[in-house]
T-cell receptor, first 113, second 115 residues
Framework: GENVEQHPSTLSVQEGDSAVIKCTYSDSASNYFPWYKQELGKRPQLIID?????GEKKDQRIAVTLNKTAKHFSLHITETQPEDSAVYFCAAPGSSSASKIIFGSGTRLSIRP | DTAVSQTPKYLVTQMGNDKSIKCEQN?????MYWYKQDSKKFLKIMFSYNNKELIINETVPNRFSPKSPDKAHLNLHINSLELGDSAVYFC??????????????FGPGTRLLVL
């Protein structure tokens, strides 16, 4: 079946510390794993994605790691800043359609000054 | 210049009314989507069209009817609105390839409140 689980649902970290959000997926054929950031009152926007042929991808302070064997992937944010406060969603393809992606339930990240 | 736009931004209406939300994208994408985001922030896909053809139709009450007059537009009509329809509705678009794994570009959202 199609399922993406995301943890934790809320996360509070001190400014400058790192934050890690984890997701698991059920369809072993999944090959694309995006992460979206949604600021308060705004639209979700892609911040980073990874395909199944690599294990890690980094873009400045954010990185995503993928473990295909265990079927989980994680978002890592280092040196967190106040503007990192938002809801983060992981996603994975739905098995029923190439165009469909299933979103995780979201993680509300708060950065404490 | 906005890539994916929606109108209206806010919609407050009474139970039982019929309303429409419009979406347009100027990215040249072939695939468009409607998502519902409830108060707990869950993002759930409702419909998807590829080049005016319905390709995804999730378990959504048939009071919701999407219409795609051309590949740049995807509208959502809702009949007999209920309290539980209150949510933020996001339109999105993507290139529309068959291999999957495409970035989805979201509109600003329409905040629907049913009284």
């Amino acid at each position: 079946g199609e399922n993406v689980e995301q943890h934790p649902s809320t996360l509070s970290v001190q400014e400058g510390d790192s934050a890690v959000i984890k997701c698991t997926y059920s369809d072993s054929a999944s090959n694309y794993f995006p992460w979206y950031k949604q600021e308060l009152g705004k639209r979700p926007q892609l911040i980073i994605d990874i395909r199944s042929n690599v294990g890690e991808k980094k873009d400045q302070r954010i990185a995503v790691t993928l473990n295909k064997t265990a079927k989980h992937f994680s978002l890592h944010i280092t040196e967190t800043q106040p503007e990192d406060s938002a809801v983060y969603f992981c996603a994975a393809p739905g098995s029923s359609s190439a165009s469909k992606i299933i979103f995780g339930s979201g993680t509300r990240l708060s950065i404490r000054p | 210049d906005t890539a994916v736009s929606q109108t209206p931004k806010y919609l407050v209406t009474q139970m039982g009314n019929d309303k429409s939300i419009k979406c347009e994208q100027n990215l040249g994408h072939d695939t468009m989507y409607w998502y519902k985001q409830d108060s707990k922030k869950f993002l759930k896909i409702m419909f998807s069209y590829n080049n005016k053809e319905l390709i995804i139709n999730e378990t959504v009450p048939n009071r919701f009817s999407p219409k795609s007059p051309d590949k740049a537009h995807l509208n959502l009509h809702i009949n007999s609105l209920e309290l539980g329809d209150s949510a933020v509705y996001f339109c999105a678009s993507s290139l529309g390839g068959t291999s999957g794994g495409e970035t989805q570009y979201f509109g600003p959202g329409t905040r629907l409140l049913v009284l």
